[in-house]
């Protein structure tokens, strides 16, 4: 699995993906960790076919009793299906997503681990005094959905949203937008259901100063191509069946 550092400050982001000993049917994701001084939140930690990758990735850079935080955007098995496991690996952890999913999200089990439900209106993560805001991003593509802002870092890890299915070891980053484009169409077209949810969250995260935009599949963007994805993706029409 492939490691990269994308901010390194007071705490660090650390990317993990490109797992080049996935099975080749199901598909690729990232996996985000913000680490500060003695603690470690692990966002979208991945499903429960990647869990060993996982855990000896993040381990290799934490203490297992450092990882003190996980966070699911919404319900997708490919973000969070691994929960069982990482309830055995990590019983002292709290898990933060979306109340209107914790009865679903349990069927893959959390008896140790504490569900810290996630309203409506979203919250903060307080992770060693780093204030992680808990952004709303309903309907795109979950009924109850949620990204991480990080006003430091300027990172927003955007889980679904800014995704491109790609096969191989792609670059981490965008390198040439208007190419780039053509692999995002067709996921965001027929997985983000609300053009008005659209509409509602670009207005909220235009109003967030952000350098890097992680999506939780495909490469991510920075500096300039931020605005660009955000421009494309307003003038995109969603909820289509294509």
């Not at 855990?55 to 934490?62: D, E, F």
Request: net charge negative.
């Amino acid at each position: 699995m492939k490691i990269t550092k994308i901010y390194e400050g007071a705490h660090q982001w650390l990317m993990f993906g490109r797992d080049n000993t996935k099975p080749a049917t199901i598909i690729d994701t990232n996996q985000y960790m913000v680490r500060t001084a003695s603690r470690c939140l692990l966002m979208e930690p991945g499903g429960i076919e990647l869990f060993a990758p996982m855990l000896a990735a993040a381990v290799h850079h934490a203490p297992v009793e450092e990882i003190t935080d996980l966070f699911a955007s919404h319900q997708d098995p490919d973000i969070i299906s691994s929960l069982g496991l990482w309830d055995r690996a990590l019983p002292h952890a709290r898990l933060h997503a979306p109340l209107l999913w914790e009865g679903f999200l349990r069927h893959f089990g959390c008896d140790a681990i504490e569900y810290v439900a996630i309203p409506d209106q979203g919250g903060t993560i307080d992770l060693d005094g780093v204030q992680l805001q808990i952004v709303p991003a309903h309907y795109l593509h979950s009924s109850a959905n949620f990204h991480i802002y990080d006003p430091v870092a300027k990172i927003l890890m955007s889980g679904d949203v800014g995704a491109a299915l790609e096969e191989g070891d792609t670059p981490v980053f965008v390198e040439h937008f208007d190419t780039h484009v053509e692999k995002m169409r067709y996921f965001h077209q027929r997985w983000m259901p609300s053009n008005q949810a659209k509409r509602v969250w670009i207005e909220r995260v235009r109003k967030l100063e952000i350098q890097i935009l992680a999506p939780q599949h495909g490469r991510m963007f920075k500096g300039d191509d931020v605005k660009r994805f955000l421009d494309w993706f307003e003038a995109l029409p969603v909820g289509i069946a294509v």
